[in-house]
């Protein structure tokens, strides 16, 4: 079953800020505390910790995604880095990578909890609706539709409209309620979810009305 997809180009722009600012915005943030005592030794002290935790969570995502990787490993080294990096915000994107290697070996349960736990770790909203398609994905898959359908209405953010829709689409499609699905898929297709889509343009082909002929 193919959990994900789409967001995968969403996930790697948000990790690709997060690696690339996070430490300047926290250092900015602790510039403007600077007078506190003690301050600067702090914010030395964390910088130094985001600095190793990027470096593990490389060697983590090397392990994990290598084609020989096994579950059972992957989440050995995923609890140890947590342990030792998950304050860093790292942990949510090894949490995300743990949560892709469960689904693609057929455990969703284990994928959910680990969507779960990434979820709970983060505020900042582009991720967290990030996290949420996934989630909702994964139970929709496990046959749990009312809570897909109430991940997926707690997603506000705009930037992910179409794909909201078009899983609410995917959703009334497991129910086997037609006619809901095909208008969350219209839906999709309005809020721009067609560009470089393909699969949502032949899943409102499966589900267009018949077009009646006059005899």
């Not at 193919?2 to 967001?7: D, R």
């Not at 690709?16 to 914010?43: C, D, H, P, R, T």
């Not at 949510?92 to 770790?121: Q, Y």
């Amino acid at each position: 079953m193919e959990i994900y997809s789409t967001e995968e180009q969403q996930e790697e722009a948000i990790k690709k800020f997060f690696k690339e600012n996070g430490l300047q915005i926290f250092l900015g943030a602790a510039l403007g505390l600077g007078g506190f005592m003690g301050w600067k030794s702090y914010v030395a002290s964390q910088l130094e910790a985001q600095e190793a935790a990027s470096v593990e969570y490389d060697k983590f995502v090397e392990s994990a995604t290598a084609e020989t990787a096994q579950l059972e490993s992957i989440n050995t080294e995923l609890n140890a880095f947590v342990t030792a990096h998950g304050e860093t915000g790292y942990g949510i994107f090894a949490n995300l990578i743990a949560a892709k290697k469960a689904a693609e070996a057929g455990d969703l349960k284990a994928a959910e909890s680990r969507l779960v736990a990434a979820e709970k770790a983060t505020t900042e909203p582009s991720l967290n609706a990030l996290i949420n398609t996934r989630l909702a994905r994964v139970q929709t898959g496990l046959g749990n539709y009312d809570e897909a359908l109430a991940t997926l209405n707690a997603i506000t953010e705009s930037g992910f409209e179409a794909n909201v829709a078009e899983l609410k689409g995917d959703v009334y499609v497991a129910q086997g309620l037609a006619d809901k699905a095909r208008q969350a898929y219209q839906l999709a297709a309005d809020k721009g979810g067609l560009e470089g889509n393909n699969v949502l343009k032949m899943k409102l082909q499966d589900l267009a009305q018949p077009v009646s002929t006059a005899s």
